[in-house]
């Protein structure tokens, strides 16, 4: 593949242990589990203006909320969840 760069790291035994357990409960193999979990760590929006809509849902699956709110909006998000759940919510 072109656009894959070949490599190889050392892992601690533990780490290596935890993300093999991963694979297996993903059902999909290491280097795919590894991938997964390092897109999610560096999520790029990387999608242009004419991005179809399954690129910007992947592009957008991948990041967390703390990526894209701030801890204000995440704290209010909380509360009116908390609201809703308890029934106090409803306009």
């Known amino acids: 593949m072109e656009d894959t760069h070949r ?5 601690p035994w ?6 093999k357990a991963a694979a297996e409960k993903n059902r999909r193999p290491l280097n795919a589990e590894l991938v997964a979990r390092l897109e999610t760590t560096f999520p790029q929006l990387s999608v242009g203006a004419s991005a179809e809509t399954h690129q910007l849902y992947d592009t957008v699956s991948k990041m967390t909320l703390a990526e894209v709110m701030t801890p204000a909006e995440l704290t209010a998000l909380a509360e009116r969840m908390v609201q809703i759940v308890s029934g106090r919510g409803t306009r």
């Open 7 to 11: 490599s190889q790291y050392r892992l």
């Open 14 to 19: 533990a780490l290596y242990e935890a993300l």
